[in-house]
């Protein structure tokens, strides 16, 4: 049994954010590249579009509203299929016919924490959205997400009906959001910065594709990665 100290890594991203889908991905590989090292990840909350209602709305009403109409997405999104694909997973845009509000599914990922199966249950939430098209607005997503995973089906569908630990989760998103000063689909990171490096298998800084690490915003243990560095960084 090793006895290093458990790398404590917390990352603050969102279920619909197809950035931190991928970097879902990176991360973790990343970390498989040292299974010697110890580590404890937990995933924190981040909204993505805070601005979306409790039942969320059409995904063409938001794709217009966030990039001026629904063609205007389109070249974005052949970008991130392709970059999911090179990680072997699958994004199907098409299937997607509803933009949800997060909290839901926040909440989900929060009790999922206490039973060591977080990263578990997110990465279910993010297979039924991105590959399924899946309305994450819909209890009955949420409960058979939950339930694939192992949990009570008839439990969580009564937990869902309360409003338990939505102030927690809300307050721990804006708190991530007022201490990273976190932008659209960033990805953030906190850890012992060379503990991390050590992790992902890297011994020097990496470097921002523009040399001047523009991306990055490290203090006191703190990275923050943006969409650029989750894509370039591991």
Known sequence: MSALKP??????????????YIGKRRIENALALASDVPVEVHWRPFFLNPWVPREGIGRDEYLTTKFGSVDAYKGIAERVVLAAGEEGLEYRPGLVKRQPNTIDCHRLIHWADAKGKSAEVKQRLMELYFRDGGDLTDVN??????????????????????????ELISAQA????????????????????????????????????????????????VIFLSRTRVASLL
């Open 7 to 20: 790398l404590q890594i917390d990352i603050v991203s969102d279920v619909v954010c197809p950035w931190c």
């Open 141 to 166: 997503v949420l409960v058979q997400a939950a339930s694939d995973c192992g949990f009570d089906a008839e439990d969580i569908r009564k937990r869902l009906a309360t409003d338990e630990d939505v």
């Open 174 to 221: 804006k708190g991530s959001l007022r201490q990273g000063h976190l932008r659209r689909a960033d990805l953030c990171v906190r850890a012992q910065i060379c503990g991390l490096r050590r992790a992902a298998g890297r011994a020097t800084r990496p470097r921002h594709p523009s040399g001047l690490g523009g991306s990055e915003r490290a203090s006191g243990g």
